[in-house]
């Protein structure tokens, strides 16, 4: 199964308007990942569109297959650590098997969350809750020191509603009637196959 045009324009622009805020804010705030010595790609995260993981998966079939199986077998130790981390009840905290000497080799094709960790961000659920995202540890010192008197309310943030409303629709429209929750890491997106989940196959 592959993204139509349409389908792939929209996820791009919805990308391409989230990066846009997160530049207005890294702006305002002066903040960069420059010379950062912690690297968020080996975060725990979770990724729940298909839309997102189809895109994806356009990029990483487009390697080689040697390169493929090499990124597969990376996949399966992250697991296999991640597994490990789990039991003894820790957060797993391992480098993403795309991250090569600090830099994502799938750059075009990385997720909302690696587009969007670093400054602070709100957005409003469907219930009308409003949700706020701190930013990553180097940017919350600088909101800190730069809003010390005014407090951290006061900072900017991206306001990533209008974009999630957006790829909430989008991905709707992909899974039509199909009442599917992806809960999935990097490394699953790696290992496992979209394409069962619309044909009504086992999922994974
Ligand atoms: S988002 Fe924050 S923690 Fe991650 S690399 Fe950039 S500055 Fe460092
Ligand atoms: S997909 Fe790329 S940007 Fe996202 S965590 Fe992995 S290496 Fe980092």
């Known amino acids: 199964m592959k993204l139509t045009k349409e389908q792939k324009a929209e996820l791009e622009t919805i990308y391409d308007l989230l990066q846009q ?23 725990w995260f979770k990724h729940h569109t298909l839309v ?7 990029g990483f079939e487009a390697l080689s297959i040697e390169r ?10 992250y697991l296999q650590q991640a597994e490990q981390a789990l039991q003894r009840g820790e957060r797993p905290q391992i480098m993403c098997p795309l991250n090569e000497g600090g830099l994502c080799i799938l750059y075009k094709y990385r997720f909302l969350v690696c587009r969007t960790h670093g400054v602070p961000a ?40 209008p974009m999630l ?9 992909i899974l039509y009637i199909k009442n599917i929750k992806i809960d999935k890491t990097i490394a699953e ?10 044909t009504g196959g086992s999922y994974g």
């Open 68 to 77: 493929q199986q090499e990124l597969q077998q990376r996949a399966q130790e």
């Open 122 to 161: 709100k957005m409003k659920r469907p219930d009308g809750r409003v949700l706020t995202f701190p930013g990553c540890f180097r940017c919350q010192n600088i909101v800190n020191n730069k809003y010390a008197m005014a407090g951290s309310n006061f900072a900017p943030r991206v306001n990533r509603t």
């Open 165 to 173: 409303i957006r790829l909430a629709k989008l991905e709707k429209n």
């Open 189 to 198: 997106m790696i290992l496992s196959s979209p394409e069962n989940i619309l």
């Open 21 to 43: 805020g997160y530049e207005k804010v890294a702006e305002t705030l002066n903040f960069s990942c420059e010379g950062c010595s912690d690297n968020c790609c080996d975060s």
């Open 52 to 58: 997102e993981w189809l895109y994806f998966r356009e």
